[in-house]
Each structure stands twice: as C-alpha cells, then as structure tokens.
C-alpha cells in the first residue's frame, strides 16, 4: 500500500491491475471539476471561432497523436470532443443504489 498525496490508497496488487481507493466525495470533486471545465470550452467553442482556432492549434499538447490528422480532421475532432466529454461523469461515478 502507499499513500497518495491526493488523499486516496494506491494498491500494488501482484499479477492483477492496481488499485486506487479513495472516498466518494473526491471523486466527486474531480467530475465536477471536469465537468465544469468542459462546459467553459463549449461555451468558448459556440461563441468565437478564434476560440476554435486557438485550442485546435493547443489540442495536440494534450493529445499529441492528432499531429496525424489532416488539419480538417483536428477541426473536427475539437468540437466532437468537447461536446461528448460532458458524459464522462456517469461513467467515472455512478449513482450508487441505495440499500
């Protein structure tokens, strides 16, 4: 076991996949933090196309295999990207069934 500075366990399992535990509540935290955060850039997308033009240049320092793409296809992407993220939230913490 080691603790983490983020306030969670971190598991080294042998021959099986890590684990991370944490509480429910930073896991929380962080979705909302996502979540708001995609929200600011489909906002900034819908209003400026120098919005677009600026994270389509900045997009590939986060995900450097977009390099490959044609231009046209970064353009595409961006915007695909930024509006399916939002659903990221009920995929990372779903509703617990209460008992």
């Known amino acids: 076991m080691q603790d983490n500075a983020r306030r969670g366990i971190l598991l ?19 979705v909302q933090v996502v ?38 296809g970064v353009q595409e992407f961006l915007p695909e990207f930024v509006e399916t993220a939002p659903g990221h939230g009920s995929v990372l913490m779903p509703q617990a069934e209460d008992e």
């Open 12 to 30: 080294h399992r042998r021959g099986e996949e890590d684990l991370y535990l944490t509480t429910a509540a930073r896991v929380d935290q962080a």
């Open 35 to 72: 979540d708001s955060t995609t929200r600011m850039f489909v906002a900034l997308l819908q209003e400026s196309p120098a919005a677009v033009e600026l994270l389509t240049r900045a997009f590939p320092d986060a995900f450097p295999w977009v390099r490959f793409l044609p231009q046209k």
